[in-house]
């Protein structure tokens, strides 16, 4: 289980390197061929940072809104209550607020920018058709989101994926509408070549950026796995119910796109056309994984 996160640790670390690298390449991309410096880079930076930032401090209540998450006491449902109670002393981390989502589908998530402002939701469906210690793994995986600051990184990722975006569309606008560029000074088909890198760039880079964030996603399931399992010291719970999630038929329908990747399965499964484009990893790996930890 140790060396199960310390490797996702290292993935998820050089695949933030890896954007990071193609965003430095985008830099030295519109400093060589347009003479604009950095200033659309760092226009495209700060954008994308105030923009995350106002959603980093609200994206938890609209998640729990928008999936119909009903907020519990102790006296709502004691078995649930307690369970997590009883996680969060052994993982030492405070309790976060818990919330039911009245729905047959079987599914959980966790929400919350820092351990101090954490919620996590559990469909009734999910509390229904779990055993004991099969339930125990699916809220320790949850919890182990919330202790491993995955929202945080998430918040992070998606800052990347805005600049790539953003920088994208400023290219292509500026040799649209007749930017100046050093290769037209070069050139008099400098300008028709850029714009069709341009095209190329404005298709292919958001793309890619999405490609990496899911590939970051899905590394922090395999962690959150791991460090759950590694808080009930029983691998085999959260294998079953990985088991039990995979082969229910009801949808979430209250999940979204924008919503998805909180979940501990993906809600969206029989509406994914790829699993390249998917927000977990097969949960015939997750489970394989969980029983080699055994």
């Known amino acids: 289980m140790y060396q199960q996160i310390e490797s996702n640790k290292r993935k998820t670390w050089l695949l933030i390197s890896i954007f990071i690298l193609v965003i430095a390449s985008i830099g030295w991309f519109l400093d060589y061929y347009m003479d604009a410096g950095y200033g659309i880079l760092i226009f495209a930076l700060v954008l994308s940072i105030v923009m995350s930032v106002t959603s ?31 996680l969060c002393i052994t993982s030492g981390i405070p309790m976060p607020k818990v919330h039911i989502i009245n729905s047959q ?19 009734s469906g999910i509390i229904e058709a779990l055993e004991n210690e099969e339930l125990e793994g699916v809220i320790a995986h949850e919890l182990s989101h919330i202790k491993n600051y995955d929202i945080r990184l998430m918040t992070i990722v998606v800052v990347l994926v805005g600049i790539i975006a953003l920088v994208g569309d400023f290219f ?3 040799n649209f509408f007749g930017g100046h560029s050093r290769s037209s000074n070069d050139n008099k088909g400098g300008n028709g070549i850029i714009l069709i890198i341009g095209i190329i760039f404005i298709l292919l880079s958001p793309i890619i950026a999405e490609i990496i964030k899911l590939a970051i996603s899905r590394k922090r399931e395999y962690m959150a796995d791991a460090s759950g399992s590694l808080l009930t010291r029983y691998p085999e719970g959260l294998a079953r119910a990985l088991e039990k999630i995979n082969q229910s038929p009801a949808e979430l329908k209250t999940a979204s796109t924008a919503t998805a990747h909180l979940f501990i399965s993906n809600p969206l ?8 484009f998917s927000t977990h990893p097969p949960s015939e790996d997750r489970i394989k994984k969980l029983r080699e930890m055994a």
């Open 105 to 123: 589908a079987m599914n959980a998530f966790a929400t919350g920018r820092d351990p101090e402002h954490a919620s996590i939701a559990l469909t």
């Open 172 to 174: 292509l606008r500026w």
């Open 56 to 86: 980093y401090y609200k994206s938890d209540k609209i998640a729990l809104f928008s999936t119909g998450a009903k907020e519990i006491q102790k006296d709502d449902s004691p078995y649930v209550y307690r369970m997590v109670e009883n």
């Open 269 to 276: 499964k029989k509406k994914t056309l790829s699993r390249l």
